[in-house]
């Protein structure tokens, strides 16, 4: 990851646009570079423009209040970046991702054109490729993505914001192990831990779950076993035997129902028979009429069409007299038709005449239509312009007022902060050392800390020490007490003893010499003992009195250096202090006279700002007030202009509209002459309409005349066929010797179908008579042969005592069948889960290694949130990125090494000066903090993975508390960085600091606003 360029305009105090391009000279070349300027030019809005731009975030605004709220913004929000006088903003990043591709990030804002409210920011990210993301809850996560850091790590290990060096130093297990993680690319640990986390759980669950299905299995006992299968043989064998009882009862069922069957077949056939002869007999009259109507079919013809011709001959006569009578009307039509012809074309001629007479004054008409139309149209723009003059001078006003009321306040402002300024006028002098200043006064309060807790522990080994030396005088009376212990005196005496005599100790005049030999040995040895012992803790002891001895020596020195640094912190702070109300009020409580001063100085640059604030923007407002009076007076003459001419143009169209009600009576010239089209048009059509209907009138006639010739002719023709069948019929009749002519109408009103129909009839009728006699016969014999079969039952059996005998034997069946059904079912069951059991238990030993593996392997690397593993990895990463800081540490402050705490993430602090004592982070001083948190910064810098490379670092202040050496060493280091390829910002009001770092961004303040000038 490196930062290319940054870019932006109207920010903070920064309003010209400007850019910062690294890969331009002089910045290319330069390893290293100062940021310059005084304070509250804007030198860290730099930094906060790089944030913006690539998180809509920065450091400055995540300690604002979210109850101050300003153009309806909040202290925290990032939109306060945006100057108050600006209507827009932005703020551009170009950087080199992880990937190695060039992007370019954007924020930008804006304020509405009417009310001037700041509107929602905008950010776009712009890749080679086009755009990557343009809305403001996508770009800061995909910058994230691409720089492979997200807001709080960047600002962690890239951009060491002011008073913040520490954060990364301070951070909690978590947070630097997610840090470590993000900078060396070991993500993958953290889904290792996990997965091995859901193995091991997955493992575990899969072998409750086999454990549990063991249980649930059901499986039959040996005894019971047996008892199923004997059950089942029993069954098996009744079952067979009422299965052949039933079958037996079910023939002889079968045979009585079959021979109810053949019984009644053999009456139906018989009653069938009889039906049959008598339906056959009484056709016999059905037969002589078929005789007769085949007899007629010979003059069928004939006769039909003599019929047909009769009809015919009536119906031409009706036609031709309608025909007549219709041509009688169509001739009074035609001269009705051609009077009405004659009368619409007169009118349509008068018409067109008193068109021509109006034409002139249409022509007129339409012309001041046009004139009227154009002259409203003007009055119509012009009210609007009248109106819109109005609007204008009325938002004049209201703009004047409102800048006057400014202007009040401006004053208002600035006689308050220039008497604010006059009763504090001392705090001028100590602005520019006041980090300085804080930073003394905190080193106070530490070293008054410091003292306190060293004189405190000072007096409590002062004890420690007299309790030792003690301790030492009674081990020494102890050891000399020993060494004229009685054993020496015994073994004199004891050569001196003489059986019989008394001892001069004892007084016993017999004397065991062997046993009293061998208890003085024995209490020789254990004096020895004890001698030995106490030397020992005689020896323990002075070595812990010369330890003591070093500890009061080192804390006596510390005591001394802290009060030194003490006494020349007070002069310093008197000699800047001295004049002020604050030191003579508070010089013995340092944390309020820190507050105080703090509080004082912000006070005095805050009321400088406003100031200056106040007296340039009362300056541009007194200059709107100027322009807006003279654009008012000019708006003024304008609606006068515009007045005049309205009035004039309103005469006008006045005059006009009077004219124009005298022509065609105030009606519309179109509308006259529409309505004289549409008259022409109807006339038109009228006429047209009367001629087709004459002409359709005189085709009716012509038609009229063709049917009556034609059906003329028809009679002829048809007089004649009928004179012909006439002669025909008589010499058929007298022929046949026919007498019922008077029936021809009704024998021939049957259909030759019919005459079928009743023929096949007639003969299925003789056909049935002999197949009924057949089945008569066939039915008897079947009988016959019925009755002789072995299945029939006994005397008096019926249907229904069978049915009884067979619903007791098949509930027997179904009773016997679902027993055993039941029992094979359970031994089914049992087969199955004697197999199933054994998959199982071998599923199970398989589930229980693989879980026991598992969770092995879980207990040292698996958690839920991948903690566990990701913490051990980043325990060797931690260890790695301090051999990095204590090498850059070494060079820097010899004092102190970092070593990380056992189980944890957290660093310690080892004091070399004190014998490698270690310390929490938070006792160092200002100065001793900055050099171990730069020191740590360089080497997470130097820590990279294959997927990240930290190549840029910007440092905020912080420098002001090194002494000349430090910052000398501190100096050294930052420029040879340049050789490694990575660039450092440095922002700082430390002179020799800036002196000595050629390459500088000049932040120069002019006003209310500043601009960056690059040397």
């Not at 331009?24 to 390893?31: A, F, I, Q, T, V």
């Not at 003059?389 to 703009?399: A, S």
């Not at 958690?863 to 060797?876: E, H, L």
Request: charged fraction near 30%; aromatic fraction near 6%.
């Amino acid at each position: 990851m490196k930062i290319l360029a940054i870019r932006g305009k109207n920010l903070a105090s920064l309003a010209d646009e400007f850019e910062i391009d690294f890969t331009k000279e002089p910045l290319l070349s330069s390893g290293i570079f100062a940021i310059t300027g005084d304070t509250g030019a804007g030198k860290s809005t730099i930094l906060d423009a790089l944030c913006v731009a690539l998180f809509n975030n920065a450091p400055r605004f995540n300690s604002g209040s979210t109850d101050v709220r300003i153009d309806d913004i909040t202290g925290r929000s990032p939109k306060n970046i945006m100057r108050r006088d600006a209507s827009e903003c932005y703020a551009e990043v170009d950087y080199i991702g992880n990937d190695g591709r060039k992007y370019m990030s954007r924020w930008s804002l804006s304020r509405g054109l009417r009310k001037g409210k700041v509107q929602t920011a905008k950010m776009f990210l712009r890749s080679p490729d086009g755009i990557e993301a343009d809305r403001l809850d996508v770009v800061p996560s995909e910058n994230e993505r691409f720089l492979g850091l997200n807001y709080e790590q960047f600002t962690k290990t890239v951009l060491l914001a002011q008073n913040d060096f520490a954060q990364f130093l301070k951070a909690n297990t978590g947070e630097k192990s997610e840090i470590l993680e993000k900078i060396t690319g070991t993500e993958t640990y953290t889904r290792i831990s996990q997965k091995i986390y859901e193995h091991s759980s997955f493992a575990d669950n899969q072998c409750k779950l086999l454990r549990n299905e063991i249980d649930s299995i059901e499986i039959l006992g040996d005894d019971e076993l047996k008892s199923v299968q004997d059950k089942i043989v029993d069954g098996e064998k009744l079952i067979k035997q009422l299965t052949a009882d039933d079958k037996e009862a079910e023939k002889k069922a079968e045979w009585l129902v079959k021979d109810k069957s053949i019984q009644s077949a053999v009456e139906e056939a018989e009653r069938n028979w009889t039906a049959a002869q008598k339906a056959n007999e009484a056709a016999a009259p059905r037969r002589e009429h078929l005789k007769l109507l085949d007899l007629v079919q010979g003059i069928r013809s004939v006769f039909i069409s003599l019929q047909a011709d009769s009809k015919l001959n009536a119906e031409n006569e009706k036609k031709i007299k309608q025909s007549r009578a219709d041509l009688s009307e169509v001739a009074a039509s035609l001269a009705e038709k051609r009077k009405q012809f004659e009368a619409k074309k007169a009118e349509k001629t008068a018409e067109d005449k008193a068109f021509d007479a109006l034409h002139p004054s249409i022509v007129e008409a339409r012309k001041l239509d046009g004139e009227i139309s154009n002259a409203d149209s003007r009055c119509g723009e012009l009210n609007q312009k009248i109106k819109a003059y109005l609007t204008e001078i009325e938002g004049y006003n209201n703009n004047l007022k409102s800048i006057e009321e400014a202007i009040a306040r401006d004053v208002a402002t600035i006689k308050a902060e220039k008497q604010w300024q006059s009763e504090n006028a001392e705090y001028e002098a100590i602005l520019s050392d006041v980090s300085l200043i804080i930073q003394n006064i905190n080193s106070f309060i530490l070293d008054s800390g410091s003292i306190k807790s060293d004189s405190f522990s000072l007096e409590k080994v002062h004890k420690t020490l007299v309790e030792k030396e003690k301790r030492k005088d009674v081990l020494k009376g102890i050891l000399e007490e020993l060494e004229h212990e009685l054993p020496k005196e015994l073994a004199y005496l004891r050569e001196r003893l003489v059986e019989g005599e008394p001892c001069p100790l004892c007084g016993s005049r017999h004397h065991d010499v062997q046993a009293l030999r061998q208890t003085l040995e024995i209490d020789a040895k254990a004096i020895e003992e004890r001698k030995n012992k106490r030397q020992d803790e005689l020896d323990v002891v002075e070595k812990e009195i010369s330890t003591l001895n070093s500890q009061i020596s080192g804390l006596e020195v510390k005591i001394a250096q802290a009060d030194a640094r003490k006494s020349a912190i007070y002069a310093d702070l008197a000699l800047k202090l001295g004049k002020l109300p604050v030191w003579k009020a508070d010089a013995t409580d340092f944390d309020l006279l820190k507050s105080s001063v703090g509080k004082n100085c912000r006070k005095w640059n805050e009321s400088k700002k406003s100031l200056d604030d106040s007296v340039s923007g009362m300056k541009n407002r007194e200059e709107l007030h100027s322009s807006s009076m003279i654009e008012l007076e000019k708006r003024k003459v304008e609606l006068q202009n515009v007045e005049n001419l309205f009035k004039e143009l309103s005469e006008s169209l006045r005059a006009m509209r009077e004219r124009r009600a005298g022509l065609l009576g105030g009606r519309n010239a179109d509308d006259v002459e529409r309505a004289h089209k549409d008259k022409v048009n109807d006339l038109t059509a009228e006429i047209e309409t009367i001629e087709a209907a004459y002409n359709a009138l005189v085709q009716r006639d012509s038609e009229l005349r063709g049917v009556i010739g034609t059906l003329s002719k028809s009679i002829d023709d048809c007089n004649v066929r009928i004179a012909d069948n006439e002669e025909k019929f008589r010499d058929w009749v007298a022929r046949n010797n026919f007498t019922h002519a008077n029936e021809l109408p009704m024998l021939f009103s049957v259909s030759t179908d019919d005459i079928d129909i009743e023929r096949k009839a007639l003969e299925k009728l003789s056909s049935d008579v002999t197949s009924a006699d057949i089945t008569m016969k066939e039915r008897v014999k079947n009988r016959s042969e019925h009755e002789a079969l072995p299945e029939r039952p006994d005397a008096g059996v019926t249907l229904a005592s069978l049915k009884r005998l067979r619903d007791g034997l098949n509930a027997t069946l179904t009773e016997k069948s679902n027993e055993v059904n039941g029992l094979r079912g359970r031994l089914a069951v049992h087969e199955a889960n004697v197999s199933k059991s054994k998959d199982k238990r071998k599923m199970l030993a398989e589930a229980e290694k693989e879980s026991a593996d598992w969770s092995a392997l879980s207990s040292i690397f698996g958690s839920a949130d991948g903690k566990k593993f990701r913490t051990k990895v980043q325990g060797y990463t931690l260890k790695v990125l301090l051999e990095y800081a204590n090498a850059n540490l070494a060079k820097l402050y010899r004092r102190y090494r970092l070593e990380p705490i056992p189980g944890s993430l957290q660093i310690s602090v080892i004091d070399e000066y004190m014998a490698g004592e270690p310390r929490p982070c938070n006792s160092l001083s200002g100065g001793e903090l900055f050099v171990v948190s730069l020191a740590l910064a360089l080497g997470l810098s130097s820590l990279s993975s294959n997927q990240m490379n930290i190549d840029s670092l910007f440092i905020d202040e912080g420098f002001g508390a090194l002494d000349d050496s430090t910052l000398s060493t501190v100096m050294d280091m930052l420029e040879n960085l340049h050789g490694t390829g990575r660039k450092v910002g440095v922002i700082s009001h430390v002179a020799e600091l800036n002196e000595r770092i050629a390459t500088k961004i000049h932040v120069i303040k002019n006003g209310s606003s500043s601009h960056i000038e690059i040397v």
